[in-house]
């Protein structure tokens, strides 16, 4: 009798296992995909993107923007404001579509909008992108989720939508 049940419990735990392993895979399917392109990454103002002038919000279209970044220990460039004071936060209205286009110059670091489906793994040599929707009003954080030294949890940046 007690056999009987040890072999219900076995299949049922089986099916719980698989249906939350086929979730997973759904969820991980609905987001978008990360393209990878290749920089040096000694010279990456070499690179269009990266040039001084190009780093931090450009405005592409109506509704449309790219965001250059390079990241490197332990610090996000996104530029420089009109007062050439670093820039550590990003205006961008609501319904906007926004390319992320990040690169480092070091070790490997992370780019995460908590709150927001853009998560990217930086590596040297690479340039990360990634484009998204921003629908939703309110302060996102920037920050890095792969572990790069002593100043890691520093690396950090806002993103504004209104
Ligand atoms: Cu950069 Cu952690």
Redesign the pocket.
Known sequence: KYEKLWLIFGVSSLIVFLTVLGIGAFYKGMHPPSHLATIDPQNVEAHEAFKEENLGLRQLDEDKYIVSVI????NYNLGKDEDGASVNNIRIPVGSTVVFQVT?TD????FQLAGTNVNMM?EPGYISSLETEFNKPGTYTL???????T???Y?AATVEVY
């Open positions: 990241a490197s220990a332990f480092t070790v490997v670091h992370g930086v920050l890095c989720n792969e572990y790069c030294g100043g890691h949890h690396m």
